[in-house]
T-cell receptor, first 113, second 115 residues
Framework: AQSVTQPDIHITVSEGASLELRCNYSYGATPYLFWYVQSPGQGLQLLLK??????LVQGIKGFEAEFKRSQSSFNLRKPSVHWSDAAEYFCAVGEGGADGLTFGKGTHLIIQP | EAGVAQSPRYKIIEKRQSVAFWCNPI?????LYWYQQILGQGPKLLIQFQNNGVVDDSQLPKDRFSAERLKGVDSTLKIQPAKLEDSAVYLC?????????????FGPGTRLTVL
């Protein structure tokens, strides 16, 4: 069975500092990997996705993520965070873009002024 | 392009009552999903429809939850009777199923509180 682990429940980062959110997955075949962001009272918004090809994927809002098969990881990064990045971030894995997703428990990002 | 629509946005009921949620997917999207998101957790897939057929309902508590997607467009999710542990946000998502590289688009969710 597939699973996703996000080891950090909360992360606090100063505005302007760099960010890395960790995601580890368990999946038998080639995974389809996603990062979503959820702001309070909002639905989930897709930041980026990885299906195949270049292991460094670029997303919206200046985010990027790197797929490392040897480490079963798909960490999310941003070089400089803004106060508006404060939100809940979810990593997810699926068998395909249109299949049901398995989500991690999320990482709550807090931005310090 | 209009997004995924859900209603109501909020619902408060007492345990053992019934409740229904409605979802209208993005126009033309053949695949529709219902997820349950309990506070502090990630969303969990309850059921997936392809047009008006069920693809996966392995995690749907069928003794109290039911869902339908008549005519392959909008969908309703029902809970009868509700329990305290059903308090959660119910998210609807849709995708076009054009290829394996498609993306799921989520609605704003319905927040259910069971007292």
């Amino acid at each position: 069975a597939q699973s996703v682990t996000q080891p950090d429940i909360h992360i606090t980062v100063s505005e302007g500092a760099s960010l890395e959110l960790r995601c580890n997955y368990s999946y038998g075949a080639t995974p389809y990997l996603f990062w979503y962001v959820q702001s309070p009272g909002q639905g989930l918004q897709l930041l980026l996705k990885y299906f195949s090809g270049d292991t460094l994927v670029q997303g919206i809002k200046g985010f990027e993520a790197e797929f490392k098969r040897s480490q079963s990881s798909f960490n999310l990064r941003k070089p400089s965070v803004h106060w508006s990045d404060a939100a809940e971030y979810f990593c997810a894995v699926g068998e395909g873009g249109a299949d049901g997703l398995t989500f991690g428990k999320g990482t709550h990002l807090i931005i310090q002024p | 392009e209009a997004g995924v629509a859900q209603s109501p946005r909020y619902k408060i009921i007492e345990k053992r009552q019934s409740v229904a949620f409605w979802c209208n997917p993005i126009s033309g999207h053949a695949t529709l999903y219902w997820y349950q998101q309990i506070l502090g957790q990630g969303p969990k897939l309850l059921i997936q429809f392809q047009n008006n057929g069920v693809v996966d309902d392995s995690q749907l508590p069928k003794d109290r939850f039911s869902a339908e997607r008549l005519k392959g467009v909008d969908s309703t999710l029902k809970i009868q009777p509700a329990k305290l542990e059903d308090s959660a946000v119910y998210l609807c998502a849709s995708s076009s199923w054009d290829s394996l590289t498609d993306t799921q688009y989520f609605g704003p969710g319905t927040r259910l509180t069971v007292l």
